[in-house]
């Protein structure tokens, strides 16, 4: 009787904390969502930015597809994060230079079109950002649950994978 109690209590622990990591691995899978889907508002201003910028400063058009070829990266769904990571790097780099580029324009930092995008991107941005930070917490966490004893067990056994961190260079 003892053994058949100790068994359903050992039954009852590996339940839960298969459920602990299948609730961490859910969460890391939607806030990843809520990234992607931030990223997608802020590089969807990307292209009418362009345009206005095009039209003050003659933007290189070898520049401008190297952006959009980013900008689509950074859109995919089907890419890992690491790629995901590399590609909006590059974005972040190539949009700082434009904006420091746009300074030399009183012309099209006084334009209310570009003022407002630059205001919707910055917007759009810091979310992004606090969104990313949320997420490398949560990776942290799950990625930790998945060394320490005993739930590094039940990950082995059901093949739980650690997820990468979305780590940006963040330009200022």
């Not at 590059?90 to 030399?104: G, P, R, T, Y």
């Amino acid at each position: 009787m003892l053994l058949l109690l100790i068994l359903v209590v050992f039954l009852f622990v590996l339940v839960g904390i298969a459920v602990i990591l299948m609730r961490k691995q859910y969460r890391t899978k939607q806030l990843f969502a809520s990234v992607n889907d931030l990223q997608s508002q802020r590089n969807e201003l990307l292209p009418d930015m362009l345009s206005i910028m095009d039209r003050e400063m003659e933007l290189d058009p070898i520049m401008q597809k190297t952006l959009l070829r980013y900008r689509t990266q950074t859109l995919a769904r089907n890419v890992s994060i690491e790629e995901k990571v590399e590609a909006e790097n590059e974005l972040n780099k190539m949009v700082q230079q434009l904006f420091a580029d746009a300074n030399h324009y009183p012309e099209l930092r006084s334009e209310s079109e570009y003022i407002g995008l630059c205001e919707e991107w910055n917007h759009n941005n810091d979310r992004l950002i606090k969104a990313r930070e949320s997420y490398n917490l949560l990776v942290k966490d799950y990625n930790y649950s998945l060394q320490s004893f005993p739930t590094n067990l039940i990950a082995r056994l059901f093949k739980y994978q650690q997820k990468s961190a979305f780590e940006v260079q963040e330009l200022g």
